[in-house]
């Protein structure tokens, strides 16, 4: 018996957090990327819900990857983007030194999210490579976005799923 693919979702980013979502019992797949703004609208959460009243999906059976982004010690923000996030969650940190700035932790605040809507901490890999500090590896638009000389890419996070051939 042979196979082919039969469904392949894509995420773009370089910085953002790309995360990848799948139900290995329905086949429902979902791919997400996730900045401050998506993490502020708890993007994560809304997806996990979504699947679980559009599509069946039991969130306890589903496996999540969040792959490469800016890690929680390298992405400053300022003021707004920690008001829209709750000056005091558990993923933003005061930068004492800088006044007015923040470190936002984004596969922290998502992991919490993806939590929330109900998706068991053991089926949540966390890649925790940080785009920003290997410019061997990836594309950061924070190191590289401002560098017109440079053409910043982009990481390509892909989810798929096969179907048999009877
Ligand atoms: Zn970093």
Redesign the pocket.
């Known amino acids: 018996m042979s196979s082919y693919v039969d469904l392949l979702l894509a995420v773009k980013t370089a910085d953002c957090l790309p995360i990848l979502i799948g139900d290995p019992i329905s086949g429902s797949l979902a791919a997400v990327h996730a900045g401050w703004k998506g993490t502020s609208d708890r993007i994560a959460q809304k997806t996990v819900e979504r699947m679980a009243e559009q599509q069946a999906v039991d969130p306890r059976h589903l496996i999540a990857a969040l792959g490469p982004s800016?890690?929680g010690?390298?992405y400053e923000v300022g003021e707004e983007v920690a008001n829209s996030l709750g000056r005091t969650a558990s993923f933003l940190s005061k930068r004492e030194s800088h006044p007015g700035k923040y470190l936002l932790d984004l596969p922290l605040a998502n992991r919490e999210q993806l939590m929330n809507a109900g998706v068991l901490p053991q089926n949540i890999h966390v890649s925790g490579a940080?785009t920003?500090?290997e410019p061997a590896l990836f594309f950061s638009y924070r190191r590289d976005g401002a560098n017109p000389s440079l053409k910043t890419g982009r990481l390509l996070s892909v989810i798929g799923r096969a179907a048999s051939l009877s």
Request: hydrophobic letters at 45%.
């Open positions: 800016i890690c010690t390298c940080c920003f500090l």
